[in-house]
């Protein structure tokens, strides 16, 4: 019986210990096969958070009913064949009010990939958007994802005059309905790698604003957000992938911008290594566990040596 009790404990001990480690990891990396394509690395991201760093509302025109879900990021994937590299932004609620030929009108989606380390920039190329990214992990490719035509490939050696690539890059919705996957051509962004790092913004497309970006004012109109300020410092970004919780969830990101200095907020990457050093409360109690398990196979052991020394 003593040889069973231990041999569970040391089984549950070896579960936690593979939790613990678990837990210290960012987002999936996954590395299969799908038929033909193969998955470089997916993610999700939380639902119902597509307020910007916690305060921003809709605007009040009935074309953004149901005033939820629309900017609402949920996963995000990459994936590649022989040919192409594939993004695949996965919203909430994916609408086409305005009937772009794409499948949708309302979001326009920003993608950066670091792509070479210790290249790149780390502003936005465009004013728009209003944020800025971690120099440790700047950018050197920028896929610009939205409707009736407007999608753009950049690089970061572009300048601010550049009107961007268009050959070898296609956008549309997928069957299933939530899903805007923009398909590049390798020749265009070169051979995915494990190690890209990869940031994801989701606004409003806005064919007046700033980059295409829709702005988040002070109070929302008909045609702006709301929750932001009138000084265009805050971010005109309603949802970004990044972690639920800790130092860099996404209210963290996009809150971190000050008026006073006219400093930008700033970005790190979804799958960044940072995200790896974050110790959340499951961590600390599956650890408190891993070390009671540990102590008490000891106690057993001891106990049963002393018990043999007896005999």
Known sequence: MKRVCLALMLSLLQALVLMLCSAHMPMPLLAADVGQERIIWEARDPEGDDHGPGTYVYPTNPAFAPFAGIFDLTGFKVSCDDENVYFDTELARITNTWNAPEGFSHQLINIFIDTTPGAGRTDTLKEGALVSFMPQYAWDVKIKIMGWGGSRVYLASDDEASAGRTDGLSVEVLPNGDTVRATVLRTVIGDPLDSWKYYVLVGSQDGYGLDNF?????????????????????????????????PYSQESQLGSWNASERRYSMLVPANAELHRDRFDMSTIILSIAAVGIAATVTYVLLRGRRSAGKG
């Open 214 to 246: 829709r702005p988040v004012m002070g109070e929302a109109g008909p045609w702006v957000f709301g929750g932001g300020s009138d000084l265009n410092i805050n971010p005109n970004v309603i949802d970004i992938l990044a972690p639920e919780n800790g």
